[in-house]
């Protein structure tokens, strides 16, 4: 079994800086495809960034430029880098990726439980 725990978010202030951390664990041969996805109330869940295993990055159109995807292959952990936060970026995010385990190397996605982050004055 694999777990992907987030950390990193919390409130801050319209302008502000926040940086998530997304680490996966368990039965692992390789983490492929990471990502971040974000929900905000009353509305359905939307692809923020992705980084693929040979770190080529993709992001919404809302955040380019203010916000930089990551991972560190070592530690199987992907980062997002938020910056200038806007209230409407306030919402859980969810770390996503694509996993190879045993016994067939087979790729299988898994998500975390999700970080609040809240933007607000």
């Known amino acids: 079994q694999v777990q992907l725990v987030e950390s990193g978010g919390g409130l801050v202030q319209p302008g502000g800086s926040l940086r998530l951390s997304c680490a996966a664990s368990g039965n692992i041969f390789s983490v492929n495809e990471m990502a971040w996805y974000r929900q905000a109330p009353g509305q359905q869940r939307e692809s923020v960034a992705g980084?693929?295993?040979?770190?080529?990055?993709t992001y919404a159109d809302s955040v380019k430029g203010r916000f930089t995807i990551s991972r560190d292959n070592g530690k199987n952990t992907v980062y997002l880098q938020m910056n200038n936060l806007k209230p409407e970026d306030t919402a859980v995010y969810y770390c996503h990726a694509v996993v190879a385990g045993p016994p067939y190397n087979y790729n299988k996605d898994y998500w975390g439980k999700g970080t609040l982050v809240t933007v607000s004055s």
């Open positions: 980084i693929s295993s040979g770190a080529r990055t």
